[in-house]
């Protein structure tokens, strides 16, 4: 482990500034209410590298496609979530002197992250070039009891003189993407707004027409007293702000408290955004730090109650889990449904688009368990909404009749991605969403949601693979061409196993469906399920002869079979040494892929055949990919291989913090990041939720004393806890029936029962 900062169980630490990890630390740093979000930047001037960082959920721009050469279908435009107004800056000058990190002289640092209360603090002592020496203290919140609102306590104490000190708090929306494709401003400017201790910049996404507003206000304080100060204003394009200088007494300590409030079209009508915003902040100005701060705690009080995993006797594992639970939250918080899990959050401009199938694949299975099924349905109406983008989508590639092809990157259900063996051959996608369905059913029995809307995704998304196969008159089967699995490191291949197998499933699934709800009124044209039956029956799935190993591609064995131990450190990671065409060529895989489906479909598997896949495919796995080592991790578990489940759990969980890839300074791994929670749930405490019901098979590993989570199934929750014996106890108000080391066992309303550990 690289150890970028302290290990803590709920904290985040660093104990001195480092310019070289402060990217690193913006984004690791970072805080979000589901709403909105802001890296860690400075309040105060910061000349050092930085990416300054400002989000606002489900607000974005089309940003023309940039390629070389541009291929019928492609997507004309590349979805950015856009850099909105920074609301978090305070100018300081000393004396004419800039307060500015990057050029005084650091005495002491310290940055600390509370993730139970999402709260960023950072205690710092400088010398200034005028050698006047001050200590501030900035804490900072995002709301997530007002998801609209945020507030910033920034404290001075003068150390070695009195004298006076320019405070400068500002809004400033001047701002651009540096992932831009042309160097595009994306923002054109709507009001803005001043007066005393107050402002308001309101601006406007450009083709997409998005209308955000930023509002601030501020009181200042010498120790616990109110000061009465009368500020210059300013007013620019897209800029405001309050100077204002004062006499600081050395060893007293000043404060200015930032209230902003930031609102959008997403939640107000046209005419009502900027006033929202300016009466949010008014309402926070009025009811003080202290009480707004209060109401934010005991928002994630009860967030914490529910998604908290508790890990005894390994500190480093124990931040890590919650690290990544607390950044999901901090991402997707359920209560708004225009709003989707974008892969980077709030926390970078990597990515672009709000929805990936990490959604699906990652991230529905953490919501399903750990929240209430309202979150997880709303994630997958989502999908509803946008069935008929979705078979615009496939029309364009010249699918027909309903067919419908879910895009790999989208805001608005239009395909935005803009790499052609993503866009168009990785369309295993749409395999994700329909086992998102099917998953959401056993965790729920919710017909009502299937009947409604989940039944039309899938016949669109059936429709999709049917056509997509084609008859083989050499194999006598349907084959699908041109595709590239999950494994990104190989494009362009014939008959992916998991694309075809989990085609197969789908169109099994969904006739299954249909068969059950046929009496609301069919879907299924006339031929349509001869015809797929036709195709089940009939599909070619690759297989190594002689052997239980399932063919990642038909020409897979053509390549240098190698283990991704014998890379040279120092060519790895591979996508940031080596041609593409290397890779390409290569055996290394990206991520899970026929493991992918071993995963999702494991009971359709021996244990031998799982055994010897993962045996297979995961040595020559390079995890590159943030979604890779919690699913082996999964497997390894399964098979009985409690090192190897450790291992690649500490890999998924501490990916971004101790940055693995070297690229977490463009932000963090969101989506994945449920699969460090899978990892711990469905991988050691071997949760599985089935037809059947639900059963677990848990393991620990040796680094472990204990660990503990709660799970909602079917609605109940449940507190399992996983030691030297086995804890459960139902909490919720039906009786359960659990299966553990396949042996059925019975819970009553309130029931704890103690089971003997394997």
């Known amino acids: 482990m690289l150890n970028l900062f302290e290990i803590d169980e709920w904290k985040l630490i660093e104990n001195s500034f480092d310019p070289a990890k402060q990217e690193q630390a913006e984004s690791i740093f970072s805080i979000g209410n589901g709403s909105f979000g802001q890296r860690a930047n400075f309040e105060e001037a910061y000349s050092g590298k930085s990416l300054q960082g400002s989000y606002v959920g489900g607000v974005y721009y089309p940003d023309k496609t940039r390629v070389g050469w541009w291929k019928n279908g492609y997507p004309e435009y590349f979805a950015k979530v856009l850099n909105a107004t920074n609301w978090i800056g305070i100018f300081i000058e000393i004396d004419g002197v800039k307060l500015d990190l990057a050029t005084c002289q650091i005495k002491s640092f310290y940055r600390e992250l509370d993730m139970k209360t999402s ?9 200034l070039s005028n050698n006047k020496e001050i200590e501030v203290v900035s804490v900072r919140f995002c709301s997530m009891h007002n998801q609209e609102i945020a507030a910033i306590r920034y404290s001075i104490t003068p150390l070695n003189f009195s004298g006076n000190v320019s405070f400068t708090p500002y809004l400033d929306g001047n701002v651009t993407n540096a992932d831009s494709n042309y160097d595009e401003v994306f923002w054109e400017a709507d009001a803005h707004r001043v007066g005393d201790r107050k402002g308001v910049v309101s601006a406007r996404t450009k083709k997409t027409n998005f209308l955000t507003a930023t509002a601030m206000r501020f009181s200042f304080w010498e120790n616990d007293q109110l000061v009465e100060i009368h ?3 300013k007013a620019e394009t897209l800029y405001v702000d309050n100077h204002f200088e004062h006499f600081l007494k050395q060893g007293s300590t000043y404060t200015l408290k930032k209230y902003v409030a930031v609102t959008s079209t997403i939640n107000h009508s046209e005419f009502n955004t900027v006033a929202a915003a300016i009466n949010e902040v008014t309402d926070a100005y009025r009811a003080g730090f202290d009480a707004i701060y209060a109401d934010h705690v005991k928002a994630w009080d009860e967030i914490w109650k529910n998604a908290d995993v508790k890990i005894e006797g390994d500190k480093s594992a124990q931040q890590a889990i919650r690290f990544n639970i607390f950044h999901l939250y901090q991402t997707y918080t359920g209560n708004n449904a225009k709003l989707n899990i974008g892969p980077k959050g709030f926390t970078g401009e990597k990515y672009g688009g709000a929805t990936y199938w990490d959604t699906e694949a990652y991230c529905i299975p953490f919501f399903l368990k750990t929240a209430p099924q309202a979150v997880s349905r709303q994630l997958l109406k989502y999908r509803y909404n946008q069935l008929d983008k979705a078979i615009e989508n496939a029309a364009k590639l010249g699918f027909k009749d309903g067919a419908a092809l879910y895009p790999m990157v989208t805001m608005n259900g239009e395909e935005c991605h803009n790499e052609w ?3 168009f051959e990785e369309i295993h996608r749409n395999g994700a969403i329909a086992f998102a369905i099917y998953n959401y059913i056993r965790h729920t029995d919710d ?14 998304i059936a429709r999709f693979w049917a056509q997509r196969f084609n008859w083989s008159g050499a194999k006598q089967q349907f084959v699908m061409l041109g595709v590239t699995g999950p494994n990104e490191y190989e494009n362009n291949v014939n008959n992916n196993w998991y694309t075809n197998y989990l085609a197969k499933w789908c169109l099994t699934f969904t006739l299954e469906v249909e068969e059950k709800l046929n009496h609301k009124s069919p879907l299924l044209r006339k031929g349509e399920r001869e015809e797929w039956l036709n195709i089940i029956d009939k599909i070619y799935l690759p297989k190594l002869e002689n052997t239980n190993i399932f063919l990642q591609q038909d020409n897979f064995m053509d390549k240098v079979l190698m283990n991704a131990d014998e890379l040279p450190e120092n060519e790895r990671p591979i996508n940031q040494h080596w041609s593409w065409d290397r890779i390409l060529r290569s055996v290394f895989i990206k991520q899970a892929d026929v493991l992918q489906g071993v995963y999702l479909f494991e009971e359709q598997f021996s244990m031998d055949e799982i055994k010897d896949n993962f045996n297979f495919y995961e040595p020559k796995t390079v995890h590159e990919s943030s979604l890779s080592p919690c699913i082996h991790s999964i497997l390894a578990a399964k098979i009985g291989d409690k090192e190897r489940a450790y291992k690649l759990y500490l890999r998924t969980s501490r ?13 963090l791994h969101i989506t994945s990041m449920a699969g460090t929670w899978m990892s711990i749930v469905e991988g050691m405490a071997g949760i599985r939720v089935t037809e059947s019901g639900l059963e677990m098979n848990p393991i620990i590993p040796t680094q472990w004393k204990s660990y503990t989570f709660n799970i909602f199934y079917k609605n109940q929750p449940l507190t399992i806890s996983i030691g030297s014996e086995i804890t459960i106890e139902n909490k919720g108000d039906k009786a359960i029936t659990l299966d553990v080391y396949k042996q059925s066992i019975n819970f009553n309303i309130g029931e704890k029962k103690v089971i003997e550990m394997r």
Do not use: M, S
């Open 119 to 127: 709260t960023l603090t950072r205690k710092f002592r400088v010398q």
């Open 231 to 233: 500020p210059n204003t």
């Open 421 to 423: 063996e993503i866009t």
């Open 447 to 460: 017909w009502e949601y299937v009947a409604d809307f989940g039944r039309h995704v899938l016949v669109g």
């Open 655 to 667: 990916l971004d913090l101790d940055d693995y890839n070297r690229e977490v300074a463009e932000g």
